[in-house]
């Protein structure tokens, strides 16, 4: 299995402009979660979907923050526009329900 | 009081020492509790769950909770450079799913050869 699948891994953009992550999680699997890790605030769930449905976007901190799942192998966060305090690394992860969340490799979002 | 909390670090252990990780956590709903384990530059990777008070062990590392005082712990026993990582403690309310794991910020551990 190839895992969860993350892009791009690595971004750096000007303020202002549009961010669109991708995520492509394990075949089979049903939960898919948007993590944000910063070394302040460490890893902090921003959204979980369930069968494609957003359950929680509790954790998106503000309007700026998107996500959908469009499909079972498909889910985009998009953050419009962007600022430098959004630069943190992004993982997308999914769970099949038996107590393993496996991540994705992450991406790496610089805001300049 | 933060959800969870953990020492930062930075852990330092010569090689073949037992580390332990220790966490704590606020939520007395808190039903099942994980380990997980981060290279620099990595992803977090589960090493263990815990349910259930007492210990769990699975190979050299052993996670040990008690529900009474709100923490679990992790033992690395024959610790290895390989083991050099940072380690997140996560809670979760619900006993089943994974739904909205809660993280500490981890602790550092360095294993010295």
């Known amino acids: 299995d190839a895992g969860v699948i993350q892009s791009p891994r690595h971004e750096v953009t000007e303020m202002g402009q549009e961010v669109t992550l991708r995520c492509k999680p394990i075949?089979?699997?049903?939960?898919l979660f948007w993590y944000r890790q910063t070394m302040m605030r460490g890893l902090e769930l921003l959204i979980y979907?369930?069968?494609?449905?957003?359950?929680?976007d509790s954790g998106m901190p503000e309007d700026r923050f998107s996500a959908k799942m469009p499909n079972a192998s498909f889910s985009t966060l998009k953050i419009q526009p962007s600022e430098p305090r959004d630069s943190a690394v992004y993982f997308c992860?999914?769970?099949?329900?038996?107590?393993?969340?496996?991540f994705g490799e992450g991406s790496w979002l610089t805001v300049v | 009081q933060k959800e969870v909390e953990q020492n930062s670090g930075p852990l330092s252990v010569p090689e073949g020492a037992i580390a332990s990780l220790n966490c704590t956590y606020s939520d007395r709903g808190s039903q099942s509790f994980f380990w997980y384990r981060q290279y620099s530059g990595k992803s977090p990777e589960l090493i263990m769950f815990?349910?259930?008070?007492g210990d769990k062990e699975d190979g050299r590392f052993t996670a040990q909770l008690n529900k009474a005082s709100q923490y679990v712990s992790l033992l690395i026993r024959d610790s290895q450079p390989s083991d050099s990582a940072t380690y997140l403690c996560?809670?979760?309310?619900?006993?089943?799913?994974?739904?909205?794991?809660?993280f500490g910020k981890g602790t550092l551990l360095t294993v010295n050869p």
């Open positions: 075949s089979g699997h049903n939960s």
């Open positions: 996560a809670v979760n309310r619900s006993g089943g799913s994974n739904y909205k794991l809660t």
């Open positions: 979907f369930n069968n494609n449905v957003p359950i929680d």
């Open positions: 815990i349910y259930s008070n």
């Open positions: 992860a999914s769970d099949s329900g038996i107590n393993t969340i496996y």
